[in-house]
C-alpha cells in the first residue's frame, strides 16, 4: 500500500534528450508509487516519450534498455511487461525491503556529412564497426559524436537504504547526498553529480514540475554545478519533477568521434510537509 512517510521519493533510466522548451520531447519514467510498505507490494511503471511531462501523447520507451536491482544489488525482473502505440508499462514486484533502482542506460553515435552539395545522416543505430563504411568516399564536413545516456528512477519498500545508490563510474551519473526518497516541498535537496566516477563541475541541470499540460508556462529552473559538481535545490510545492542534466567532453571511446554527449535524467516526487 501507498504511504505519504514524510521522507520519500523516486526517479528512472534511458536514452538522452536534453531539457528544452515546452515543446520539446522529453523521456520519461513514471511509477505508480515511490515509497510502500507492506510484505507483498508491487509498483507499476509507465515509460514513454512525450511534449507534456507524464503525459503519453508521442512514443512509447523501449523496454530492452530498462532493467532493475533490488536493495542488495541482485537484479529484479520486469513483469507483465507491455508497449502500446503511447506508452510501455511493466510491474516490479518488491520482495526486499529498502531502495530499488530502476534505470535505462544507453548510447550510441552520431553524425552527419556532406556529399553532393547535400547534409547526410548517419542512419540511426550505426556502430562504430560499421562507421568506415556508413561514410561514403567523397564525404566532406564529417562530424561524428558520441552518445551516453541513463534514464533512472528509485523506489522505496520501508526503510531507504543506499546500496542502489552507488555510483558506477562510468558516464553522467547521480550521486544523490539527499536521499532521492527523501524530498519535501519547502525543504532544500542536495545532489552530487559525476562524470566517469569524478565530480562535474558547471554542468547544466534542469529541473521541470510536473503538469505542464495544464499551464502556459514551462516553470522549469536551470542550475549549475558548482566546483564540487554539486548543487542545492528547495522544492517549491509536492508534486513529481523531471530531472535533466547534460554534458559533453572529448572523451570519446571511438577514434573517429570528436564530442561525447552525456545525459543523465530522473523522476522525483516530492512529498508534503
Not at 14 to 37: E, F, G, I
Not at 125 to 137: C, D, E, F, R, V
Not at 251 to 256: A, F, L
Amino acid at each position: 500500500m501507498n504511504i505519504r512517510l514524510r521522507p520519500l521519493l523516486v526517479g528512472i533510466a534511458a536514452a538522452a534528450l536534453l531539457a528544452a522548451p515546452a515543446s520539446a520531447h522529453r523521456q520519461w519514467m513514471l511509477p505508480s508509487a515511490t515509497t510502500v510498505s507492506g510484505d507483498d507490494v508491487w509498483v507499476t511503471v509507465d515509460a514513454a516519450v512525450s511534449n507534456d511531462l507524464f503525459y503519453f501523447e508521442h512514443f512509447p520507451m523501449r523496454l530492452d534498455t530498462i532493467h532493475a536491482w533490488a536493495p542488495d544489488g541482485s537484479e529484479a525482473k520486469l513483469e507483465n511487461s507491455s508497449t502500446g502505440r503511447y506508452r510501455s508499462t511493466f510491474d516490479v514486484h518488491l520482495t526486499q525491503k529498502g531502495t530499488y533502482k530502476i534505470a535505462s542506460i544507453g548510447g550510441g553515435i552520431n553524425g552527419s556529412y556532406m556529399l553532393n552539395g547535400e547534409q547526410k545522416r548517419l542512419p540511426r543505430g550505426t556502430t562504430a564497426a560499421q562507421l568506415a563504411t556508413a561514410i561514403p568516399a567523397g564525404a566532406t564536413d564529417v562530424k561524428i559524436a558520441e552518445s551516453a545516456s541513463r534514464n533512472e528512477i528509485f523506489v522505496t519498500a520501508g526503510e531507504p537504504s543506499e546500496g542502489v545508490l552507488k555510483p558506477t563510474g562510468e558516464g553522467l551519473e547521480l550521486a544523490p547526498i539527499t536521499h532521492p526518497t527523501d524530498l519535501v516541498a519547502g525543504e532544500e535537496a542536495r545532489f552530487r553529480f559525476l562524470i566517469d566516477g569524478q565530480p562535474a563541475p558547471g554542468i547544466t541541470v534542469a529541473i521541470v514540475p510536473g503538469g505542464v499540460r495544464y499551464r502556459d508556462q514551462l516553470n522549469d529552473q536551470t542550475l549549475k554545478t558548482d566546483a564540487n559538481g554539486e548543487l542545492a535545490f528547495t522544492w517549491p510545492e509536492p508534486g513529481f519533477y523531471w530531472l535533466n542534466a547534460t554534458a559533453s567532453d572529448a572523451k570519446t571511446s571511438v577514434p573517429q568521434a570528436t564530442q561525447r554527449r552525456l545525459s543523465y535524467i530522473t523522476t522525483l516526487e516530492v512529498q508534503a510537509p
